[in-house]
């Protein structure tokens, strides 16, 4: 009888015991938050991670070989897709890597935190990584440039590794400029660096509009940069940008778009597949090799960058806001208790 009663409570138990749980699970996963910032959202880039001097000497202080292979992938931001092409890469024997640009999903520190969470945890390349600046990897307010280049080193660089020459440059459109980079062409063009390699291979992140056949969009200096890539004789330029697959040769230049590491793809257009490259360099061939990856969503990094991303920035932006809001739950949630713990000891004192 007294069981029967507690059950027609509409107010004690019905209603009053659902909120309080959902106001404890909303204080488990705003713990959870803190915790995972804590210890995940300072995570600093690995040690061979960065477009840093000490990084590339990894490579150039290595002896002579007969071949080398390196791995190229653009537009990584996923939650799931690309951290599958990491542990298919991670079985290669790899020289070094390149991301390709686009590797979040806007400029901010917050994804920018949830990268090198990853990046340190679950991705962890045993070889060298460097990272071209996408359009989305800055922003001119939330994450300059400047700011890029203190958390992964200089933008445009350069090194040679193995008789060949490794350009990496900041190709971005508007309201970013690309004078730099061009300069950059043009000191390695006036220093004759094509008689001193056997290879040259320029990394950037937008593909300039060679042919119909690669979606690119315009930039500033788009016909000057392939002339000066003719003058530079560069064998490849390797780009992201286009969130598929694409490839091009004009003059004595491949043009190769690879850029499905893990955005949606473009739908309805070639080169609709996720992947990453693989590049064989031997002393007279360069072979490319597609790996191929299925779409995956993981739900843990979902929400972990979500975490990292939007919910701890807007926390620490709304501090007053958190304690004053977790000030009125916690008095909710003592008030009902309160008066369920009444409702029970009336309902069976009756």
Not at 2 to 12: A, D, G, V
Not at 77 to 86: C, R, V
Not at 185 to 192: A, C, G, N, Q, V
Request: with cysteine.
């Amino acid at each position: 009888m007294r069981i029967h009663q507690l059950i027609q409570k509409p107010t004690s138990l019905r209603v009053t015991v659902p909120i309080v749980l959902f106001i404890l699970c909303f204080f488990s996963f705003e713990v959870y938050a803190l915790l995972l910032q804590r210890f995940e959202g300072n995570e600093k880039l690995p040690p061979l991670s960065g477009n840093f001097m000490h990084v590339r000497e990894v490579l150039t202080q290595e002896k002579p070989m007969e071949a080398f292979r390196f791995a190229v992938f653009g537009d990584t931001k996923s939650t799931g897709t690309f951290e599958k092409i990491a542990d298919e890469l991670k079985e290669e024997s790899l020289s070094f890597a390149v991301f390709l640009g686009d590797f979040v999903r806007r400029g901010t520190e917050g994804e920018h935190a949830y990268f090198k969470a990853e990046l340190a945890r679950e991705i962890a390349f045993p070889f060298p990584t460097f990272f071209l600046a996408g359009n989305h990897d800055i922003d001119t307010n939330n994450f300059p440039i400047s700011r890029f280049e203190e958390v992964y080193g200089p933008s445009i660089f350069s090194f040679t590794y193995q008789e060949c020459l490794f350009v990496f440059l900041r190709i971005l459109d508007k309201p970013y400029s690309t004078k730099e980079s061009l300069l950059f062409l043009e000191k390695l063009i006036s220093e004759d660096a094509s008689s001193r390699h056997r290879m040259i291979f320029v990394f950037s992140h937008i593909p300039p509009p060679v042919s119909s056949v690669i979606d690119a969009r315009e930039f500033e200096g788009s016909e000057e940069f392939v002339s000066l890539v003719e003058k530079l004789h560069a064998d490849y330029v390797i780009t992201g940008d286009y969130h598929g697959y694409a490839r091009v040769k004009k003059g004595n230049t491949v043009y190769l778009v690879t850029g499905g590491g893990g955005a949606h793809l473009k739908k309805n257009k070639y080169g609709c597949f996720h992947h990453a490259m693989v590049i064989d360099v031997s002393e007279d061939k360069v072979v490319e090799n597609i790996l191929f990856i299925n779409r995956n969503e993981d739900l843990e990094d979902r929400i972990e960058r979500f975490i990292l991303a939007d919910l701890y920035p807007w926390m620490k932006g709304h501090f007053v806001i958190i304690i004053f809001s977790n000030i009125i739950l916690i008095t909710i949630v003592v008030w009902l208790g309160v008066s369920i713990r009444r409702s029970i000891q009336q309902t069976l004192l009756s």
